[in-house]
C-alpha cells in the first residue's frame, strides 16, 4: 500500500519527490541548505548514488545538488512511499 | 553629449555570467563550467549610440550573504550603488531558484534589468517563463538571451541604455517579512534613519545588517552594535526562507514545467555510477597525463635545440663586442641557461596539460569528479573540491595553490594549498622518471621496464598523496577545522566546450602567468648560482662549500650535499635541480660530457649514488618544500606568514624524516 511518510532525507528511495518538512537546527548546515535555495516546503527527488555511496545527487527546483549522506539524514522529508520502503 | 554609465554584471555561478560579459564587451575572460570560477571582478567597458559602458563582472554568488570572499565582494559592490544599473543574469533553465538572488537584489536597488540568460537550452529542457507576466510582477524589465550564439545581446544593451536614461521605470517588487523580521527592520532603520539615511536607504542598511553573517560592514554595525540584536541567525534564516518561498509562488504564476529528464542526468548515469564512475575517473586523467607526459616531449627537445643554437649565437656577439669574461659567464652560462632550462622544460607540459585540464572543466566534468572523490577527502578532513586542486598540482602546484579558492571555508583553504606541495607538479615530473628509469629499472628485462617503470611512478605518487592526506587530517583535526563546513554543491548540467577559445585562453590564463612568474624568479637564480659556481674561497667554488656544509644532513637522508645543495638552489623551480646537482658535480670533478642519459648515469655513479640514494632522492623529490613560485602564491592567497612557513616546513620536514627512515631501513639491506 502506498501511504504518506515522514523519512529522512539519506532514506528516501530513488526517483519518489518528497517535501522538505524540517530542516536541522544546526545554523551551519541551515544555513548552507538555504543559500542552496533549499528550505522547508521544497520538493526534493533523490535521483543517483555516487560510486562510493556517498554523496548523493538529488534533483531540486530544476538543478542537480549533491548532498553528503550525514547531512541529507538530518534532513526529514515527507513522501508517498510504499510500505516496503 | 557623451556620457558614461558604470553597470554591475551579477549573478549566480554557472549562468553563463563570463560569457555575457565577453559578449557584451568583446573581451575575453574565461568561462568555466564551474560555481566560483569568477574569483575576482573583471572590467570592461562597450560602446553603445556613442555612449560608453563600463561594467563590472562580481564573482557568482547564490546570495548576499556575505558567508564567502566572494559573497562580500560582490555584497559589497552591490550595496556601494554607485552604479547605474545593474544586470542580473540568471539561469532559464531553473528560474525558480535563480530568482532568490534576484528577490535579493531587489531588496537593495531598483536599477535592475533581470537577464535570463541559456534560454535556448531551458527551451530544449522544456522550461518556459512568461517573460510579461514575470516582468509585470518583478517591477524590472527582462531580456532573454543565449549569451554564446550572440542572441538577445542587441536587446539587452538597448534596455540597459534605457534604463540608465531613465525611459523606462522599475517599480522592484517589496517582499514582506515575517512578522518578526519586519520589528527588527524597523528598529534598525528607524535608528539609521535618525542618523542620516533616508526611508528607503535605512531600510535596505538594516537588511544588510540582519542578512550579513559575520562581516556586515563595520561601519555601520559599529554605530548600532549597542542594539544588540537577539537572536541574529533565526532573523537571518527566516529572511532567506522568504526569499525561497517568494521565488516559489512567482515561478508557479509564470514558468510552465514540462522538464523530461535531461541529457545531463543520462550522462550522470554513465560517468557517474558505482560501477563506471571510478574506471571513467581514471581513464580520463590517465589519459590527460599520457598525452602531457608523451606530448611535451617532442616540444622539450625542439626547444632545448633552439635555445643552444641561440646560446652560440650569444657567445658569438658576446665575442665580437669582446665582452667581459665575467658578464659572459653571468649573463649567458648563469641567466640564460637557467632561463632557457626553465622555459624549455616546463612549457610544453603546461601548454598541453592546462588546455586538457580546461576542456573537462567547460565540459563541467570537474565538479563531478570532487563529487566522486568526496569521501576520500573527507576523511583527510577536507571535501571533494580538494581532488581538483590536487588535479592541477599535477600541472603545476601554485595553480593547484590557485585552484584551492574553490574549497569552502578558509580552514580548509589553508590546508588544501599547504598540502599541494605534496603533489608531484610537471617540473618533478622528468626527475622522477630520468631517476627510475636509471637506477630502479635498468636492470629488468627490456621488455618489463616500461610497465614497471610506470607502477614505481603510479605507486610513488600514490604515497605522496596519502602522506599528504594524513598531514591533512593532522591538521584540521588540530586547528579544528573539520567537518565545520557541510559540503553541499551544484553539479551544472554538461556543456560542449568551446575547444579553440578554450586551448587559446588556458595557455594565456594560466601557462603565460606562471611561466611569468618562474621567469621572474630563474633569472636572477641563474646569475646567484653561477656566481656561486665561479666565486672562490680558498680555491675551492662556494657552491663546494655550501655541498660541504650539508653533506651530514644529506648522509643521514640517504643523499649527499651535492644534491641538498641542487634543491636548495632549484628553488626557483624544480626542472632545475637537477642540472644543478650534475653542475656542482662537474665543477667538483671538471667533467666535461653530462648531456646523454648514458653520461649522466655515467657522472651519478662516480658521485657515489647506488639504488638506495635514487630511492631518497625520489622521496625528497616528492617531499620537499615547493618552488618559489608556489611559496609565493600561498602567501598571495591566506595573506599569511604562518601558513607561507607551513608551506615551507611541513613537506620538507616530511621528507627529511621519509628519507632518513627509507636510508636507515635500506642500510640494513645494501
Known amino acids: 500500500m502506498i501511504r504518506k511518510k515522514m523519512l529522512r532525507l539519506s532514506e528516501l528511495p530513488f526517483d519518489i519527490p518528497a517535501v522538505i518538512i524540517k530542516l536541522p537546527e544546526d545554523d551551519n548546515l541551515r544555513f548552507a541548505l538555504l543559500r542552496f535555495g533549499i528550505s522547508e516546503q521544497t520538493t526534493i527527488r533523490r535521483i543517483l548514488s555516487s560510486p562510493f555511496g556517498d554523496p548523493n545527487t538529488y534533483f531540486c527546483r530544476d538543478t542537480l545538488i549533491s548532498i553528503r549522506n550525514s547531512d541529507a539524514g538530518r534532513i526529514s522529508v515527507m513522501a508517498e512511499v510504499s510500505d516496503e520502503a | 553629449m557623451k556620457h558614461n554609465y558604470r553597470i554591475l554584471l551579477a549573478g549566480n555561478p554557472n549562468v553563463g555570467k563570463s560569457t555575457i560579459f565577453n559578449t557584451l564587451t568583446g573581451m575575453h575572460q574565461h568561462t568555466g563550467n564551474w560555481a566560483g570560477k569568477t574569483v575576482s571582478c573583471a572590467k570592461g567597458r562597450y560602446y553603445y549610440n556613442s555612449d560608453e559602458y563600463s561594467i563590472l563582472d562580481l564573482p557568482g554568488t547564490y546570495s548576499l550573504y556575505e558567508s564567502s570572499p566572494d559573497e562580500t565582494a560582490a555584497t559589497n559592490a552591490i550595496h556601494k550603488n554607485d552604479y547605474d544599473c545593474i544586470v542580473i543574469a540568471a539561469d532559464a533553465s531553473s528560474p525558480e531558484r535563480n530568482l532568490d538572488l534576484v528577490l535579493q537584489i531587489l531588496s537593495i536597488t531598483d536599477k535592475a534589468v533581470l537577464c535570463f540568460n541559456l534560454c535556448d537550452e531551458a527551451r530544449k529542457k522544456g522550461i518556459d517563463t512568461n517573460k510579461d507576466k514575470l516582468s509585470d510582477i518583478l517591477g524590472i524589465p527582462i531580456v532573454f538571451t543565449s549569451a554564446r550564439s550572440g542572441k538577445g545581446i542587441e536587446e539587452l544593451r538597448r534596455t540597459i541604455s534605457e534604463l540608465v536614461k531613465n525611459k523606462i521605470e522599475t517599480r522592484p517588487l517589496k517582499i514582506d517579512y515575517d512578522e518578526n523580521t519586519e520589528k527588527y527592520i524597523k528598529i534598525l532603520s528607524d535608528n539609521l534613519t535618525k542618523n542620516g539615511y533616508n526611508a528607503i536607504s535605512s531600510r535596505r542598511a538594516a537588511l544588510h545588517i540582519l542578512r550579513s ?27 532567506t526562507a522568504s526569499y525561497i518561498s ?48 608523451i606530448g611535451a616531449n617532442y616540444p622539450s627537445q625542439l626547444l632545448d635545440m633552439l635555445f643552444e643554437k641561440l646560446g652560440a649565437v650569444l657567445y658569438k656577439l658576446a665575442d665580437q663586442v669582446s665582452m667581459p ?249 624544480n626542472e632545475i635541480v ?22 649522466i648515469l655515467a657522472a651519478l655513479t662516480e658521485n657515489g649514488w647506488t639504488v638506495k640514494t635514487a630511492v631518497c632522492m625520489i622521496i625528497f623529490t616528492l617531499m620537499h618544500f615547493p618552488c618559489s613560485t608556489t611559496l609565493i602564491t600561498i602567501w598571495k592567497e591566506t595573506r599569511s606568514i604562518r601558513w607561507t612557513a607551513a608551506g615551507f616546513f611541513i613537506p620538507t620536514i616530511c621528507g627529511i624524516i621519509f628519507c632518513t627512515a627509507a636510508n636507515l631501513i635500506m642500510s640494513i639491506w645494501f
Open chain 2, 213 to 239: 553573517k559575520v562581516t556586515a560592514p563595520v561601519r555601520i554595525k559599529n554605530e548600532y552594535i549597542s542594539l544588540s540584536l537577539p537572536d541574529s541567525k533565526a532573523v537571518r534564516n527566516s529572511i
Open chain 2, 246 to 293: 517568494e521565488s516559489r509562488r512567482i515561478a508557479a504564476l509564470c514558468v510552465t514545467n514540462n522538464s523530461k529528464k535531461s541529457r545531463s542526468f543520462r550522462a550522470d548515469k554513465i560517468l557517474t555510477s558505482k560501477l563506471s564512475g571510478i574506471p571513467v575517473l581514471i581513464l580520463l586523467l590517465a589519459l590527460i597525463f599520457y598525452i602531457t607526459i
Open chain 2, 325 to 573: 669574461l665575467f658578464f659572459k659567464g653571468l649573463l649567458i652560462d648563469g641567466i640564460y641557461t637557467s632561463l632557457s632550462q626553465v622555459i624549455s622544460v616546463m612549457l610544453p607540459p603546461m601548454a598541453i596539460f592546462f588546455p586538457l585540464f580546461t576542456l573537462l572543466e567547460d565540459l563541467g566534468y570537474l565538479p563531478r569528479a570532487a563529487y566522486i572523490l568526496d569521501p576520500l577527502f573527507s576523511k583527510a578532513g577536507t571535501n571533494g573540491k580538494n581532488a581538483l586542486s590536487v588535479m592541477m598540482g599535477f600541472g603545476c602546484n601554485a595553480c593547484g595553490v590557485t585552484g584551492c579558492r574553490i574549497m569552502g571555508g578558509m580552514g580548509q583553504r589553508c590546508v588544501a594549498s599547504v598540502t599541494n606541495a605534496f603533489v608531484p607538479c610537471n617540473g618533478r615530473f622528468p626527475t622522477l622518471i630520468a631517476i627510475i628509469t636509471m637506477f630502479i629499472i635498468a636492470g629488468l628485462p627490456e621488455k618489463l621496464r616500461e610497465p614497471a617503470g610506470a607502477l614505481i611512478l603510479v605507486t610513488a605518487i600514490i604515497f605522496s598523496l596519502a602522506v599528504s592526506m594524513l598531514v591533512s587530517r593532522l591538521l584540521t583535526r588540530a586547528l579544528h577545522i573539520s567537518d565545520k563546513e557541510p559540503f553541499i554543491m551544484e553539479l551544472p548540467d554538461y556543456r560542449i566546450p568551446q575547444i579553440g577559445k578554450t586551448i587559446i585562453r588556458s595557455v594565456f590564463d594560466r601557462t603565460v602567468i606562471i611561466l611569468g612568474r618562474a621567469v621572474m624568479v630563474a633569472a636572477p637564480a641563474g646569475a646567484v648560482i653561477w656566481l656561486l659556481a665561479e666565486l672562490k674561497i680558498n680555491d675551492t667554488a662556494l657552491i663546494e662549500h655550501l655541498s660541504v656544509l650539508l653533506e651530514p644532513l644529506g648522509r643521514l637522508m640517504g643523499l649527499d650535499g651535492v644534491i641538498l645543495s641542487g634543491f636548495l638552489l632549484g628553488f626557483p623551480a
Open chain 2, 578 to 599: 637537477m642540472p644543478i646537482i650534475l653542475m656542482i658535480y662537474k665543477c667538483a670533478s671538471g667533467m666535461t660530457e653530462t648531456g646523454e642519459m648514458q653520461g
